[in-house]
C-alpha cells in the first residue's frame, strides 16, 4: 500500500546498525526528515549479538582469570569458579540496555522507525514488508541508504547447526559449556572465542587455513600472538583446513588436513569463524540498477551506488569489515547530502583491534605492506616489559611497534600487542589524521606512569633514541 502519510522524505535508511542507525541520526541533526528501517533489531548485529555482548562475556573472562591470579596481587581469593549461564546473561543484558539507547536516541532527533523489511523499487522508492505481516507499504525518498550489513559465512558441509557446530551468534549463547573445542578460522571473531573459551578451562584447538594467525595484522605481531595464545595452552595449527564435520549425539569428530597429513580429533563443540558475508539478498539491488560485486555492492569513494540517490555503508558495502568503519561512512554521507564539505574515508587509516588477551591493535600499513609499496622504512620496537605500569598491572607481556617513512617522517603504520591497545591505538589514528610526523610524535609530553609511554617509545625507537631498552 502508499505511504499513509503521503510524504517524500529525505532518506529512508535500511538497516538500523551502526552505520545506518548513525547515519540516519546524523541527517536528522542536520535538518532531514528521515526513516530508518529495521527488520529485526536496532543496533544491528554488533551491538545486539556481535561487538558489544561479546566485549561484555570477554571482560567476565578477564575478571575470573585476574582473580585466579590474585595471589600475585596480594590477595586471597579461595574457590574461584565461574557461571557461564550467568556470564551469558550480563552479557544479554548489556546489550538490551544499549539496544534500547538506540530507540531512545532515534526518538530523540526525530526519526522516524519502521520495523519491519526494506526492498528498492527504483525511482525513490522503498517497499517495506511489516514485521507482523499485513501490506506492503511503500515510502518514498529523495536518497536512500543501505546499511544492511552482513551475517556469519557458512562453507558447504561444515554449516553452523547451533548444537555442537557454532557460528557466532550460537556461541554468544552457548548450550553448554566446552571442554574440547576447535574453532575455525583465526581471524578478530574466531581468536575471540579461542580466547574466552581458553581462559575458562576449554582445551582449545584453533584451525586457520593461511599460514599464520590473525593474517590481517603485522607478521611480528601474529608470531607474537601466536605464542602468547600457546603459553596460555591452546593449539594452533595453520596452514591448515578442516576438511568434514561428523556430528555425533555427544561430540563432532573433525577430519583436519595439515599439509600431506590427514588426521581426525573429537571435540564437544566447533565454533565457524570462517568470515561473513553480505546481506544483499531481497533487496532489489539488480531491478534498482546497483551493482553488485563479488558479494559486495560497488560504492564510490563517497558510498554512491550505480543507483543515483541510493548509497551503501558498512559491511555490505565490502571491508574493512568494521562497525566503526560503518558509522564513521553514515556520518559522511549524511554530511554530503546536506551539502556540507567532506573527505572520502581512508581504510588504510582504520583502526582494527582484537580483544583476545593479549589485545591486539593496528593502524595503517604493516612493516611488509609499506615495503612493498615502495617505502623505505623505519621501524620502532619497544617490548612492554620495559614499560612500569604494564609491570605494575602484572601485564608485562607485549610490543608496540611503529613503522615509519624515512624520508618524509610519516607514520605509516602502528602495531601492538599487550594490556588495553585497543585503547591506546586511538592515538596513533588521530597522528596519521592530523597528518603529524615523527616529529610530532617525540615532541609529545605522554605522562608517567602510563602504558601509553610506550607509544612514545616506540617512535622514539624508529627514530634511534629509545630510553628504556
Not at 56 to 82: I, K, M, Q, Y
Request: glycine share 12%.
Amino acid at each position: 500500500m502508499a505511504d499513509p502519510d503521503n510524504r517524500q522524505r529525505d532518506l529512508v535508511v535500511i538497516g538500523a546498525g551502526p552505520g545506518g542507525y548513525v547515519a540516519a541520526i546524523r541527517a536528522a541533526q542536520l535538518g532531514c526528515d528521515v526513516t530508518v528501517v529495521e527488520r529485526e533489531h536496532l543496533g544491528g548485529i554488533c551491538l545486539n549479538w556481535g561487538c558489544i555482548p561479546t566485549k561484555a562475556l570477554l571482560r567476565s573472562a578477564e575478571v575470573f582469570d585476574l582473580a585466579r591470579r590474585g595471589g600475585e596481587f596480594g590477595l586471597t581469593l579461595n574457590d574461584v569458579g565461574f557461571d557461564l549461564s550467568a556470564m551469558v546473561a550480563r552479557s544479554r543484558k548489556v546489550a538490551r540496555q544499549l539496544n534500547q539507547g538506540v530507540g531512545h536516541l532515534l526518538r530523540k532527533n526525530g526519526v522516524e522507525v519502521v520495523m519491519g523489511t526494506g526492498r528498492l523499487l527504483g525511482g525513490g522508492k522503498v517497499a517495506v514488508s511489516p514485521q507482523e505481516g499485513g501490506p506492503e507499504r511503500v515510502l518514498a525518498a529523495r536518497h536512500i541508504i543501505l546499511a544492511t550489513g552482513a551475517r556469519a559465512r557458512d562453507l558447504p558441509g561444515l554449516e553452523a547447526d547451533g548444537v555442537r557446530v557454532w557460528n557466532y551468534r550460537h556461541a554468544l549463547e552457548p548450550p553448554f559449556f566446552p571442554e574440547r573445542l576447535l574453532v575455525v578460522g583465526s581471524g578478530a571473531i574466531g581468536i575471540e572465542f579461542a580466547s574466552f573459551f581458553n581462559t575458562l578451562g576449554s582445551r582449545v584447538t584453533v584451525v586457520e587455513v593461511m599460514e599464520r594467525i590473525l593474517p590481517a595484522e603485522d607478521a611480528e605481531i601474529s608470531d607474537l600472538a601466536r605464542k602468547a595464545f600457546e603459553r596460555r595452552g591452546m593449539t594452533i595449527r595453520t596452514g591448515a583446513a578442516v576438511e568434514a564435520l561428523e556430528r555425533r549425539p555427544d561430540e563432532v569428530v573433525a577430519r583436519i588436513r595439515q599439509g600431506e597429513i590427514r588426521e581426525e580429533a573429537a571435540f564437544d563443540a566447533v565454533i565457524m569463524a570462517v568470515g561473513i558475508t553480505a546481506n544483499i539478498e531481497g533487496l532489489g539491488l539488480a531491478e534498482a540498477g546497483v551493482e553488485v560485486e563479488r558479494g559486495h555492492v560497488v560504492v564510490d569513494a563517497f558510498c554512491r551506488t550505480t543507483a543515483e540517490g541510493v548509497h551503501a555503508i558498512g559491511d555490505i558495502a565490502g571491508p574493512p569489515w568494521l562497525a566503526h568503519k560503518a558509522s564513521h561512512e553514515g556520518v559522511m554521507v549524511a554530511e554530503h547530502l546536506a551539502g556540507r564539505d567532506v573527505h572520502p574515508l581512508r581504510p588504510e587509516r582504520i583502526p582494527g583491534c582484537t580483544y583476545c588477551t593479549p589485545q591486539i591493535a593496528s593502524v595503517g600499513l604493516t612493516e611488509e605492506a609499506a615495503r612493498a609499496a615502495g617505502h623505505e622504512v623505519r621501524i620502532g620496537r619497544f617490548p612492554l616489559i620495559g614499560n612500569g605500569k604494564a609491570i605494575a598491572l602484572g601485564e608485562p607481556e607485549g610490543l608496540v611497534k611503529t613503522v615509519f617513512d624515512a624520508r618524509t617522517g610519516e607514520l605509516l603504520g602502528a602495531h601492538m600487542i599487550g594490556p588495553e591497545v585497543t585503547e591506546l591505538v586511538q592515538g596513533y589514528a588521530v597522528g596519521q589524521s592530523a597528518e603529524a610526523t615523527e616529529a610530532e610524535f617525540l615532541a609529545t609530553v605522554f605522562p608517567h606512569p602510563t602504558l601509553s609511554e610506550a607509544m612514545h617509545e616506540a617512535v622514539l625507537a624508529a627514530w634511534e633514541g629509545a630510553i628504556h631498552i
